[in-house]
């Protein structure tokens, strides 16, 4: 999972094949007794500096010895997979305590001529667009612009998604698909007409399309065409999810949650809302079960798939929440954001709100990129 709306933790590292000739410099022995003095976390993002500290780290043993430490385990109780699961562990607690503890950094920077009115983060790539006719990928590490990609004239981009070889996009009343490479290919008309789309996830081999006439169609990216239509609700389609074990989750304008499988036509099962207010975004967590929803008067909610019953129901803005994210396998802490530009985070179990986050304005330092100037923000913590 990505950074949740409005956040900023540290960018994530890309380990570089050398190391710089000051490192360099170091030699072996000086390094370890250097690393030794560091904590667990701490050692695990020295190894993500370049592949010369990542060498060193690795051949010293150095995370394994750390951890049977702070486990008083045995070496002959060490496993990878153990430390592997402990590391998780420590990166989301890392994650929460920094999202609760009352202060933010957030990077900021003119991507587009015009308002951006999507993205998409994946493996430390974000994607932008929708309002001036063009895409930009963006790297995390400093957001540089590294492809774009342009739309065709005349026609709408309504939604967008994208994995490592491709850009799926819903586009007008048609599928796209732009390769890394730089092709692009749209599906034939026979195929790719359908139905207004509101919304559209992708997981590869298909993307799906949510409709104005309440169905959900599927779509092979390989075949180009529509394999499926499932119809969810009677009322129009406003945002979808999918999860890895073929789940189609959809949010409909009247509030309606549904669930269907990716092979069926069918739904097969409807999550009662307590009132009529429209679903505005959903996110499904699979190591809880839960499905997480923003309305468009400003609530956040949770359900259990497995009961299918709702657990909480928050009132958490004034205005519509247009996201809701969490960071992947984490169960503790939810992010959402709205249009009154507050960043609230929350208790997955509970509901809790444990902090709102709002930009400090006043505050602000600046450094220049390709595509203009990169602004480093505070978030403070909203006390309204």
Same mark, same amino acid.
Request: aromatic content about 8%; some cysteine; charged content about 25%.
């Given at each position: 999972?990505?950074?949740?709306?409005?956040?900023?933790?540290?960018?994530?590292?890309?380990?570089?094949?050398?190391?710089?000739? @000051?490192?360099?410099?170091?030699?072996?022995?000086?390094? +370890?007794?250097?690393?030794?003095?560091?904590?667990?976390?701490?050692?695990?993002?020295?190894?993500? %500096? +370049?592949?010369?500290?990542?060498?060193?780290?690795?051949?010293?043993?150095?995370?394994?010895?750390? &951890?049977?430490?702070?486990?008083?385990? @045995?070496?002959?109780?060490?496993?990878?997979?153990?430390?592997?699961?402990?590391?998780?562990?420590? *990166?989301?607690?890392?994650?929460?305590?920094?999202?609760?503890?009352?202060?933010?950094?957030?990077?900021? !920077?003119?991507?587009?001529?015009?308002?951006?009115?999507?993205?998409?983060?994946?493996?430390?790539?974000?994607?932008?667009?929708?309002?001036?006719?063009?895409?930009?990928?963006?790297?995390?590490?400093?957001?540089?612009?590294?492809?774009? &990609?342009?739309?065709?004239?005349?026609?709408?981009?309504?939604?967008?998604?994208?994995?490592?070889?491709?850009?799926?996009?819903?586009?007008?009343?048609?599928?796209?698909?732009?390769?890394?490479?730089?092709?692009?290919?749209?599906?034939?008309?026979?195929?790719?007409?359908?139905?207004?789309?509101?919304?559209?996830?992708?997981?590869?081999?298909? *993307?799906?399309?949510?409709?104005?006439?309440? #169905? *959900?169609?599927?779509?092979?990216? &390989?075949?180009?065409?529509? @394999?499926?239509?499932?119809?969810?609700?009677?009322?129009? %389609?406003?945002?979808?999810?999918?999860?890895?074990?073929?789940?189609?989750?959809?949010?409909?304008?009247?509030?309606?949650?549904?669930?269907?499988?990716?092979?069926?036509?069918?739904? %097969?099962?409807?999550?009662?809302?307590?009132?009529?207010?429209?679903?505005?975004?959903? +996110?499904?967590?699979? /190591?809880?079960?839960?499905?997480?929803?923003?309305?468009? /008067?400003? &609530? /956040?909610?949770? !359900?259990?798939?497995? #009961?299918?019953?709702?657990?909480?129901?928050?009132?958490?803005?004034?205005?519509?929440?247009?996201?809701?994210?969490?960071?992947? +396998?984490? #169960?503790?802490?939810?992010?959402?954001?709205?249009?009154?530009?507050?960043?609230?985070?929350?208790?997955?179990?509970?509901?809790?709100?444990?902090?709102?986050?709002?930009?400090?304005?006043?505050?602000?330092?600046?450094?220049?990129?390709?595509?203009?100037?990169?602004?480093?923000?505070?978030?403070?913590?909203?006390?309204?």
């Amino acid at each position: 999972m990505g950074p949740p709306p409005g956040s900023k933790r540290s960018p994530p590292m890309k380990r570089s094949s050398t190391a710089p000739t @000051s490192i360099r410099s170091l030699e072996h022995d000086t390094l +370890c007794i250097i690393f030794s003095y560091l904590g667990l976390f701490d050692v695990v993002r020295s190894s993500a %500096v +370049c592949k010369f500290w990542n060498g060193i780290i690795k051949r010293s043993k150095l995370l394994q010895l750390l &951890y049977l430490k702070q486990q008083r385990s @045995s070496r002959s109780s060490f496993s990878e997979e153990s430390l592997n699961v402990y590391l998780e562990e420590l *990166a989301i607690e890392h994650q929460r305590q920094s999202l609760v503890r009352g202060s933010l950094h957030i990077d900021q !920077w003119k991507g587009h001529s015009l308002g951006v009115d999507q993205c998409r983060m994946k493996r430390g790539l974000v994607l932008t667009g929708v309002g001036d006719k063009v895409m930009r990928l963006w790297s995390l590490e400093r957001y540089r612009c590294i492809e774009e &990609y342009s739309i065709p004239d005349g026609v709408p981009l309504v939604d967008f998604d994208f994995d490592e070889s491709k850009i799926v996009g819903l586009v007008g009343t048609r599928i796209c698909i732009w390769r890394r490479n730089g092709q692009r290919s749209i599906f034939p008309s026979r195929e790719g007409q359908f139905i207004k789309g509101s919304c559209m996830r992708y997981f590869d081999p298909e *993307a799906v399309v949510g409709c104005e006439d309440g #169905t *959900a169609r599927v779509f092979d990216m &390989y075949s180009k065409k529509c @394999s499926r239509i499932v119809r969810m609700h009677t009322e129009p %389609v406003t945002c979808l999810s999918l999860s890895e074990d073929q789940l189609i989750i959809s949010g409909s304008s009247l509030g309606r949650i549904t669930v269907s499988g990716l092979s069926s036509d069918q739904r %097969v099962a409807t999550l009662r809302p307590t009132d009529s207010t429209g679903i505005k975004s959903l +996110c499904f967590n699979p /190591a809880s079960h839960h499905v997480f929803a923003g309305t468009t /008067a400003g &609530y /956040a909610s949770c !359900w259990d798939l497995r #009961t299918m019953r709702q657990l909480w129901k928050t009132r958490v803005s004034p205005n519509v929440v247009y996201s809701s994210q969490h960071m992947r +396998c984490d #169960t503790s802490t939810l992010v959402v954001g709205g249009i009154d530009g507050v960043l609230r985070v929350l208790d997955q179990n509970t509901g809790e709100i444990l902090t709102s986050y709002v930009m400090d304005h006043g505050t602000s330092s600046s450094s220049g990129r390709t595509h203009g100037v990169i602004e480093r923000k505070i978030g403070k913590e909203d006390s309204s």
